[in-house]
C-alpha cells in the first residue's frame, strides 16, 4: 500500500478520507457484536454508526447509496 501511495512509511494514511487497517476493520466487528445494532438488520455502518445515505452524507465518498440499502 507505501508503495501504491495508499500510505506513507509510518502506516498513516496519505489521503484523509482514507482508513487505517484498524480503522477499516472497526465496522465488521461492530456489525457483528454491538447489542447497539439489535433489530436493526440490514443496515450499512460506516465510522461506528448506521450509514446516512449518500445524498445525506455531505461528504464526498461517504454513506451508501438509496439502491443499496433495503429502505429505498
Avoid: H
Amino acid at each position: 500500500m507505501v508503495r501504491e501511495g495508499w500510505l506513507y512509511e509510518n502506516g498513516a494514511p496519505a489521503d484523509p478520507t482514507f482508513k487505517t487497517p484498524d480503522q477499516g476493520r472497526c465496522d465488521p466487528s461492530l456489525d457483528a457484536t454491538s447489542p447497539l445494532l439489535d433489530g436493526f438488520g440490514g443496515v450499512n455502518c460506516e465510522d461506528r454508526d448506521i450509514a446516512a445515505r449518500t445524498e445525506l452524507a455531505g461528504e464526498p465518498f461517504m454513506g451508501v447509496k438509496a439502491y443499496g440499502t433495503k429502505f429505498q
